[in-house]
């Protein structure tokens, strides 16, 4: 399928850059809807990445980037079974998200994350996924899961320790504070930072370039310099679920959910 | 060094044009969210805008309880 139009996200390809936008309001927020659509468009990639040398995603939304995981549906979800049942449910979103991601992170293209605003938990790890980052520099990065009592569990974790210090993973993951684009850059997880609404052309304008470049020497070259923490990602699976059958973790989910705080982005 | 006066008013003039709010309608001891009309997301986009104008870096969770924009501006004073 060469493009296509669903409710959470759409595909196009266009002088051999596939483009991925995210268009789920408020945020993109990443629920079963999302991920069923992220699964059809890692199906497609086998037919597209025969025409394509890069890949952009971004999103259409004006709020951001993704905002993470769809917490209201996770706790909906979870309020609605027996706890072994929540439990697994969660575990087979989780396996299910990272073969998508996986295949994301591995995809003989170059990929581009183009984000701006809120660029946080699940959708901070979509975003780690690609081989660069250009944020605009509205763009936010964090990972809020701690305040749930949880962890990060899209792969955040291995996949930000890959690209930068553990000093930063454990500021960002203890802290639950979010970095600016500016901040992002000096810690080595940016590639570029550019002006408010520019993050898309900057990665069209990269992607273009990539274009000029031998196909199998740049996929050679990513082979080599990106591996994909498989053990790590799998043992992040097992802790995301191991805390997420305590009450505390319901008892997060439940504050967020129902919160009327005006700052209920804020750690 | 800015004064925490000078602080106060840039962040002003800053919020009213990112919001496109009359400056003149904002006050230094009223709650931004109230008068800007924002909500948490929006409010992580004032936090950006100041930090890159002010060249700090403000943690979220110094914000936590700050509604006005003249304890928002101590904050920031105090990283300057």
């Known amino acids: 399928m060469k493009q296509f139009k669903g409710q959470a996200l759409s595909w196009q390809v266009q002088s051999g850059v596939i483009e991925l936008a995210l268009h ?20 497609a990639l086998d037919d597209l990445e025969a025409d394509a040398h890069a890949l952009i995603i971004h999103s259409d939304v004006n709020s951001g980037f993704c905002a993470g995981a769809d917490l209201r549906e996770l706790y909906e979800r979870s309020q609605s079974m027996e706890k072994l049942q929540a ?21 003989p293209l170059t990929t581009i994350a183009a984000v701006h605003g809120v660029t946080f938990g699940g959708g901070f790890e979509l975003a780690l996924v690609c081989d660069l980052i250009i944020a605009d520099k509205m763009a936010r990065f964090c ?10 569990g899209f792969g955040g974790i291995p996949r930000l320790r890959r690209d930068v210090g553990n000093a930063v993973v454990r500021d960002l993951l203890l802290t639950g504070r979010s970095f ?8 080595g997880l940016v590639s570029q930072v550019v002006s408010e609404g520019e993050a898309l052309r900057a990665a069209r304008a990269t992607a273009a370039q ?29 802790i995301f ?24 982005y804020l750690p | 060094m800015e ?48 930090e890159n104008h002010f060249g700090v870096e403000l943690p979220d969770y ?8 003249r304890t928002l501006a101590a904050k920031i004073q105090a990283r300057l």
């Open chain 1, 24 to 43: 789920r309001e408020p945020c993109n927020e990443l629920g079963t809807l999302s991920l069923g659509e992220l699964e059809q468009f890692a199906s």
């Open chain 1, 180 to 187: 600016n684009a500016t901040k992002a850059q000096q810690s």
């Open chain 1, 87 to 107: 439990s697994r449910g969660v575990r087979d979103f989780l396996e299910r998200i990272h073969r998508v991601l996986n295949r994301l992170d591995s995809a």
């Open chain 2, 62 to 69: 110094e914000l936590q309880g700050v509604t006005d924009f």
């Open chain 1, 241 to 264: 679920c191991e805390l997420f059958s305590r009450p505390a973790v319901q008892a997060g989910l439940k504050k967020f959910v129902e919160s009327t705080d005006a700052q209920p």
């Open chain 2, 3 to 50: 004064t925490a006066e000078k602080t106060l008013d840039e962040i002003l003039r800053l919020a009213a044009a990112h919001f496109k709010v009359p400056r003149e309608k904002l006050s230094p001891d009223e709650d931004f969210f109230k008068a800007l009309g924002i909500d948490s997301l929006q409010t992580l986009d004032l936090l950006t805008k100041l």
């Open chain 1, 210 to 238: 990539i274009g000029k470049f031998d196909r199998q020497t740049a996929v050679s070259a990513k082979r080599f310099i990106k591996p994909i923490p498989l053990d790590e990602l799998r043992k992040e699976i097992d």
């Open chain 1, 143 to 152: 990972f809020p899961e701690l305040r749930l009592g949880l962890i990060p």
